[in-house]
């Protein structure tokens, strides 16, 4: 974001063109091949205090990206923040499951393209979908304060009201769960052999009113941050965590991310001042054992992370798609760093490699393996 000492210091020099014989040339910002025009004006806007926000265009998406905007101006009044949404590849696609879909970065990479060309200044994005490696360029700017981040059950109104179920110990053998996650499936699996899955996207609101219409859906399976920012807490019928139903929650989930140019030396120092640095670290943690496994959004892995008495404690899971193989492991130790916060996700990684989970992730890997569904 920041210019030269040229522009700030002879602007009418950097905007004007020069004139040779008679003919206009081009200015000087156009003397670079790679210098569009778009990133001219966003050049020129961003002297006058103006940051462009990207974000995915989902109801959820946009929620998110205000809370980051709202932050930031209470900080930075002066400054002018404007958001710019876009529908990505994972937004348009919502009948393929996510196990089927090839690589990473479903809805962080068109975003990331606009970053990079300085269309954008920066991108807001739930945590649990940025890729593990950046593009080249492109750094995790801040980390925000976490929202809960269990997963949690949501049954279908008529069947609370009558059978009374609430949590997924009451559901009978052969109830169907709403989910594409395979991390959510080997999970229940692997505690609820008899529930059966079927593939269950789109945005929340999307979701709750299918899981309503769908005769075969006794329930669905969705993150608490997601409900909670969107006001709709009260459809919950169970938080889902260890203790609580055996379910570990994504890398990530429950907190934003803000992803912006590693030079942007400015805005850098703009999005530092918004972060939660317990909860940077804590993620930090989980991106590092995420990243040392090599796992993305169709490899289950499970995390849940908590800080107890200033030491970070996390427990980590990974589990085959069968269900009936996994492997836990935990840790407890003090993080002040986010080379600390490294090291600590790295050491769980290992500890869950030693015991088996890398076997489990190269025989899903190898065997292109996905969990089994109900059409």
């Not at 103006?50 to 205000?66: D, E, I, M």
Request: with cysteine.
């Amino acid at each position: 974001m920041k210019l030269s000492t040229a522009t700030v210091l002879y602007p009418a020099l950097y905007n004007c063109p020069t004139i040779v014989g008679g003919k206009e040339l081009a200015p000087p910002w156009y003397e670079s091949s790679s210098y569009t025009r778009q990133s001219r004006i966003m050049a020129e806007s961003q002297s006058k205090g103006v940051v462009n926000v990207g974000t995915r265009k989902s109801p959820l998406a946009l929620a998110q990206t205000q809370i980051v905007v709202d932050a930031l101006k209470k900080n930075f009044p002066d400054h002018e923040f404007n958001i710019h949404s876009m529908t990505t590849t994972g937004d348009r696609d919502q009948n393929t499951a996510l196990y089927n879909f090839g690589g990473k970065g479903l809805w962080t990479s068109q975003l990331e393209e606009k970053l990079v060309n300085k269309e954008l200044d920066i991108v807001v994005h739930s945590l649990k979908d940025m890729p593990t490696v950046l593009p080249e360029g492109c750094v995790l700017g801040c980390v925000t304060s976490r929202e809960d981040p269990r997963d949690t059950l949501v049954i279908k109104k008529e069947l609370q009201d009558k059978h009374g179920w609430k949590t997924l110990a009451d559901l009978p053998d052969g109830s169907i769960i709403g989910t594409s996650s395979v991390r959510r499936i080997a999970q229940l699996i692997r505690r609820y052999p008899t529930l059966k899955f079927k593939d269950h996207r789109g945005n929340i609101q999307t979701r709750l009113r299918k899981l309503e219409e769908d005769p075969d859906l006794t329930g669905i399976i969705l993150a608490a941050a997601g409900l909670q920012r969107m006001d709709l807490g009260d459809r919950i019928t169970q938080f889902l965590e260890s203790d609580n139903g055996g379910i570990l929650h994504a890398v990530g989930q429950g907190a934003l991310g803000v992803e912006c140019r590693a030079d942007d030396e400015e805005v850098i120092r703009l999005l530092k001042t918004i972060e939660n640095e317990q909860t940077a670290l804590a993620c930090e943690a989980e991106r590092a054992l995420m990243r040392a496994l090599e796992g993305g959004c169709s490899v289950p892995i499970g995390v849940e992370t908590k800080w107890v008495d200033d030491k970070l404690h996390m427990k980590a899971t990974v589990v085959n798609l069968r269900g009936d193989h996994g492997v836990d492991s935990d840790i407890t130790e003090p993080v002040k760093t986010h080379e600390e916060a490294d090291k600590f996700g790295r050491k769980l990684a290992n500890a869950l490699v030693e015991r088996g989970g890398g076997s489990i992730l190269d025989e899903i890997t190898r065997l292109r393996q996905v969990p089994e569904t109900v059409k």
